[in-house]
């Protein structure tokens, strides 16, 4: 049965967001987005559990689309992932409250286990404000 929980995967590479579509839309709600201003406009009204970005996005990059969603009031889970490591602090990571951060080309098997891992931890749906 599929989860009512929802996803955001930010990615400017459309062949990820489409695997991302179909690796995890079999089991949860999955909404995509190309770049953050496309994010932040779509979803800012939008419940949702978890939000997967790339760190080097259009615009500003995914670990600031993060803070701004904090900025709205989202406290739900957040994942960065980045070909780019050496460009991501940890202090940045732990401000913005980002749970997870994954290194391209990634490992869809980890990927999968730290998003279960984190949807089965977060009960509850957060409304940014």
Do not use: W
């Amino acid at each position: 049965m599929k989860s009512e929980k929802r996803i955001v995967f930010v990615d400017d590479d459309e062949t990820i967001r489409k695997t991302f579509r179909l690796m995890f839309g079999k089991n949860y709600r999955v909404f995509l987005a190309g770049d953050s201003a496309e994010a932040l406009r779509v979803f800012k009204h939008l419940r949702f559990d978890l939000v997967v970005a790339d760190f080097r996005l259009p615009g500003i990059n995914g670990l600031e689309m993060i803070g701004r969603f904090r900025e709205m009031g989202y406290r739900g889970e957040a994942i960065l992932i980045s070909a780019y490591s050496d460009l991501i602090k940890i202090e940045d990571l732990e401000r913005f409250r980002v749970g997870h951060f994954f290194v391209k080309p990634l490992d869809f098997h980890v990927l999968t286990r730290s998003i279960e891992y984190l949807l089965g931890q977060n009960g509850q749906t957060e409304q940014p404000s």
